[in-house]
Each structure stands twice: as structure tokens, then as C-alpha cells.
């Protein structure tokens, strides 16, 4: 089952400065060869479901390893039996919606 | 890895009545023998961090087979590697401090 | 328009224990007398739109008014213009589910 | 107080295809004079607080006028009193880390 997620993790009681933990995450998801994009507010990925979900629990075990004692990750993701849909369909199917409008 | 997880699961393009579909979930969970409690925007559960998320692909696949072409899920989740904490643990501690103030 | 919303307030750089906040958002909440219900990932809570998101905003401004530098949160919220419905409705409309299967 | 907002609006009862929505969701922005950034799960925005949330309530509002009678809506936010931060800096800061790793 393929899944297209965005998800932000978020590290507590590691101080105030999260990009090094994120820029982590991004190595996590380069090597596991995930199609990956960073956002502003988390990163999206795409793939079968049972390898994102790796990936983001590697994520947890690489950040407590690196001393972050408690961390809180958000995660939306979405599945479809219908047809398939990658992430840079989702983009164009509402950028052709505003460019006929 | 232990995990604490909250999740909602948005079946669309299945009507507006979603409670069918979160029974299933709740049904799913039952099965899976996982301690959850539900709320009224999601279903709190803890567990071990592979067991939850095989719990919630079970829940998309489910869905998908009942007919429910696309589902939307958000899930938040925590883990702690400083120590233990169970669902019941933090709903006490907020009590707790509330309690004192 | 009436919302009912789920959201979690993650402090960040305030160190490893967050009940005492949320301790604080739960009385914001009952200061503001918007019905709550506190859950093991986040506090429920309905009402007028402008008024639970008024709450929220006082949230953030008491928290980092306690010196907390950085705060992400997450909110999930549902409105509906078919029919009213209210938190306990929900969680009503799917026990009523179970018991039926 | 300024905000950092990531938020994915998902249409319930009005069909699968949900694209036209969110195109709606572009142009309030738009015309609200919000920066933002559509990506494959959402759109970021930033700004004031008030006039975030005005935007995503007329959101709201604007969809159940089309006849959209469900409407469940995520929101990732973020405040800090510490420092001034865009959402450019946030997308820099990480690739300055993935640079010099």
C-alpha cells in the first residue's frame, strides 16, 4: 500500500535549536532512499507504507540515541484505493485548478 | 520502542457519517489487544511502537475493502527514552499539578 | 460557526516536563469557560470558533509570558454546517456503533 | 504575535476529488495577503496570528458555502519569543546543516 505523508518531529528538553535534528532526519530518509521533500513545517515522503514508517521510527530511535530524551512527532498521510497519486500530482492537480480559474 | 499515539482516521469520499467507520478502528484495535481509549476527535493508544502502526495500516486496509476510496490520518505520537510513561501517567500528572495550584 | 477542536501545546527549549503547562492551558480553558476534556495526547474543546481560537492564542501568550522561548502545536478541528453536533454526540454516535455489531 | 502555520484542509461529504478545495484554500490567501507556500500535503503560511486564523476560518467558511458540509482541518503551528524566524529561515537553517554535515 503506498502512503504520501508529511510529518514534523519535534525534539523536547534538547534545547531550542531543532535544525540539527531535522537535517538528521533528512540523512535518515536520503539513505533509505525515500522520495523526500523538506517544507517549511515538516517534510513530505512518499512510498509503501511499511518503508516511511521505518524511516520515521529509525528517525525516533537515531534522536534518542543522540541524547533527545522525549520526542513528539506529527504525522498526516494519506491512502488511496482508487487510483494511484504521487506528491507531485497532489501540486499540479490544484495548480492546473488555479491556472483555469 | 514504547509509543503513546493519538490518531484520527478520515475516510473521504464515503458520505459524512464517519462513526461506522471509526468503529471499525475501534473494532481493529480490540483485536490487536492494544490498550486505547477513544476520545471525541480520535482514539488514544499505547503500545509498542511496530505493533501500533501494523494497528493503523490495518485500519486503512480495512476501510479500503469496506469501499472507502481515500482516507485521510493524522497521528500524533510521543516517545520518551529518559523513562516509562503510560497513557493513564500523563493524564494523572497534569491532574496532579492541577490539583496543587 | 461552532468548532470542535483537538489540540497538544509542545513546549520547546523548557526543558523535559510539559504537565505544568498544560496544567496552564487547562485553566485558560476554564477561565475562558469553553468545555474541555482533557486526554492523554491533548485537551478537547467546543465552541464558537473565534473563542476557542482566542483560547488557544492565550495559551501561547501565558506560556511564553512563563519563559517558555518556543512553542509548536498541533490542532485538529472539524466544522460542520449540515446539522450541530457536540464532542460527547461523537464519541455517543460511535459507541452506539459497537454496541449494535 | 507572529505565526508559523502549516495547514491541510480535507473536504468530508463533498466527493473524493478534492483539488478544487483546495485551490479555494490558494486564493483566500491570496487575497488576504498572506505569504504562503502550497506543498503535497498542505500549505504553509505565515504572519500575524489574527490574520492567520481569520484566513483559515474564511476557508472554512467559504467550502461550506460551496456545500461542503463536513470540514476536518489540521494545523501545525509554531510561536517563538525568543527570535524573528520565516519560513525561509527555517527551510535555510536545515540546508546550512546538510551542507556542512
Given at each position: ?7 514534523t518531529?519535534v ?50 530511535e ?40
Open positions: 500500500m503506498k502512503v504520501i505523508v508529511d510529518f518531529v525534539p523536547v528538553g534538547a534545547g531550542i535549536s531543532l535544525s540539527p535534528y531535522v537535517a538528521e532526519v533528512e540523512r535518515i530518509l536520503q539513505r533509505a532512499g525515500l522520495h523526500h521533500v523538506l517544507h517549511a513545517n515538516g517534510t513530505n515522503v512518499e512510498g509503501e507504507w511499511d518503508d516511511v514508517m521505518a524511516a520515521i521510527r529509525a528517525c525516533h537515531a534522536l534518542h540515541a543522540q541524547g533527545v530524551p522525549r520526542i513528539h512527532t506529527d504525522i498526516k498521510l494519506g491512502t488511496r484505493s482508487d487510483r494511484a497519486q504521487s506528491m507531485a500530482d497532489k501540486v499540479e492537480s490544484v495548480k492546473a485548478k488555479l491556472a483555469t480559474s
